[in-house]
């Protein structure tokens, strides 16, 4: 075999191998940009999440039940006129204070409810400082377990409307009631509180964003 043939067969091959590398090096970048692209999409739809959980968290309202008077049997306080001054949303925040050595939280059924019955509750709280989210519409029934308390009105019946329902029509000077102190700083109203949520989701928002930069 001549030189020459020799060489030509050594050219086409070196051609082969040079051709198998760029195209292997073609299907890696293509594999690359396509799990590259892949991970851009996660993470966008990531973002959305957050961005969707932080929205509907920039739209709850902190109630603090019985507004400056707290969670109490003192001074005659009228939960359910309390109650019905207020438009409860899903998402919101139901804060009980109280002096936990008097007091306590049960969350009961309405049968249970409007007998006072505080044999089973479904859910009991005693910290002194509950702060309970309303994940879903209809009534939400609470009162003090303490033998006495719920008959003497400690109870509330939180009542987040559904969409066939009306909101009740707060009082024309925006007032709560006398029976019950309206609170200064403690519990913001739900215009406050959306407020004050929007820009903890903003905070948040910034900050969960800068993991994905």
Known sequence: MSPFHTSQIHSRKERQILFSLLRGHR??????RFNMASAERVEAGALLLIMAALL???????YKVGDSAGWTTIGN???KQWA???TF???DIILFEYNAQFHNVMRVTHPMYKACNTSAPLVTYTSGN???NITTKGHHFFFCGVPGHCQAGQKVDIN??????TAPTPSPSGVTPSSVPSLVV???SPSNALSFKASIAIGAFAVLLSGFI
């Open 130 to 132: 509950d702060s309970i």
């Open 186 to 188: 403690p519990a913001p």
């Open 160 to 165: 987040v409307l559904r969409t066939s329902e």
């Open 27 to 32: 299907i890696h970048l293509v594999n690359r």
């Open 89 to 91: 949303q899903v998402g």
């Open 77 to 79: 306080i009228d939960y």
């Open 56 to 62: 509907q968290l920039s739209h709850a309202a902190v």
């Open 84 to 86: 019905a001054t207020k």
